[in-house]
């Protein structure tokens, strides 16, 4: 499993309620696409940066999903309040064995 992390500020004079606009757009957006396995979004209001983590199948389908995403999300919803594009970075996910919560490294990454 891949994660897809996007990070966002948001302009000094933009609404909160844009950020609750956009989780529900990209959203929509993302559960359309291939691999997709899930989504968190993140915020904080004091420094307005906000952002999300989702979850791919394959590391391909979480770079394929990229061009999908600027065109249905940040070049239409987000380009009047968000001050600059977007920071993307893709990472392996390691899932911890089922047991009671200590982290064991074993197994392998995901890359």
Not at 16 to 42: C, D, M, N, P
Request: proline letters at 5%; a negative charge.
């Amino acid at each position: 499993m891949y994660a897809r992390l996007s990070m966002f500020r948001l302009k000094p004079d933009a609404p909160i309620s844009f950020a609750e606009q956009w989780a529900e757009k990209t959203y929509l957006v993302h559960r359309s696409l291939k691999g997709f396995k899930g989504i968190t979004f993140l915020g904080e209001d004091i420094t307005n940066e906000f952002g999300a983590i989702s979850y791919w199948e394959t590391k391909e389908d979480a770079l394929a999903a990229g061009d999908t995403i600027e065109i249905k999300v940040y070049s239409t919803l987000s380009k009047a309040y968000i001050e600059s594009p977007p920071m993307i970075a893709i990472y392996g996910v390691y899932d911890l064995p089922a047991g009671n919560g200590e982290l064991i490294f074993y197994g392998k990454f995901n890359w």
